[in-house]
């Protein structure tokens, strides 16, 4: 069953910011989150591991609430680099295997 | 850098056909997937094996089978092609305690 995300959209001029949602119905071990620029495959971002440690290395945060099945990713102070679709990949303990959100689209114009 | 690659970028295909995706990644990671992914339905997972000749269904498995005859290659078998079967098709692996996927470019699938 696949996370829903929120908004499906979002149009950010730079330096601007915006937040992603995820909620999974399901319990969670961690959230993954990755970036698709358009033609180009997926490329992960950063991992929401059970407990609050986040390990990621773009300057790019987020967070996890477990009590909530829910994760937010926050773009502060968005560059033209941040433009491409963001996925998040809610994980279930000890199975390697993700059903991904739909996505949402951000477009940073100058 | 681990890699993960797919055989064609582009892949064009008649109804009824038999077609063979191909993934092969070069890192000795024990998982692989399989998805597909449309535009307003995100990537959906068809297969996937965490092991040499284990395989599992995914979200989506319907009218798909795959192969793992060795580790480091991972086959997607459209037994035959049908319209909707047309999309793109992103093959993935992780190593056990890795923190996140590596995605193949992609196989863009038309069935005519």
């Known amino acids: 069953q696949q996370p829903v995300q929120s908004p499906q959209a979002v149009i950010l001029r730079e330096g601007e910011d915006a937040v992603i949602n995820c909620s999974s119905s399901?319990?969670?071990?961690?959230v993954h989150w990755y970036r698709q620029k358009h033609g180009e495959a997926p490329v992960f971002l950063m991992i929401?591991?059970?407990?609050?440690e986040q390990k990621g290395h773009e300057k790019i945060s987020a967070s996890f609430n477990e009590k909530k099945q829910q994760s937010s990713l926050y773009l502060t102070a968005s560059q033209l680099s941040y433009s491409g679709t963001y996925f998040c990949?809610?994980?279930?303990?000890?199975?390697?295997?993700?059903?991904f959100g739909a996505g949402t689209t951000v477009t940073v114009r100058a | 850098d681990v890699k993960v690659t797919q055989s064609s970028r582009y892949l064009v295909k008649r109804t009824g056909e038999k077609v063979f995706l191909e993934c092969v990644q070069d890192m000795d990671h024990e998982n692989m997937f399989w998805y597909r992914q449309d535009p307003g339905l995100g990537l959906r997972l068809i297969y996937f094996?965490?092991?040499?000749?284990?395989?599992e269904k995914g979200d989506i498995p319907e009218g798909y089978s795959v192969s793992r005859e060795k580790k480091e290659r991972f086959s997607l078998i459209l037994e035959s092609a049908s319209t909707n079967q047309t999309s793109m098709y992103l093959c993935?692996?992780?190593?056990?305690?890795?923190?996140?996927?590596?995605f193949g470019s992609g196989t863009r699938l038309t069935v005519v």
């Open positions: 929401l591991l059970k407990g609050g």
């Open positions: 399901k319990a969670l071990y961690s």
């Open positions: 094996s965490y092991d040499v000749k284990m395989k």
């Open positions: 993935a692996s992780i190593s056990q305690g890795a923190y996140g996927y590596t």
């Open positions: 990949g809610p994980r279930i303990f000890n199975d390697y295997k993700l059903s």
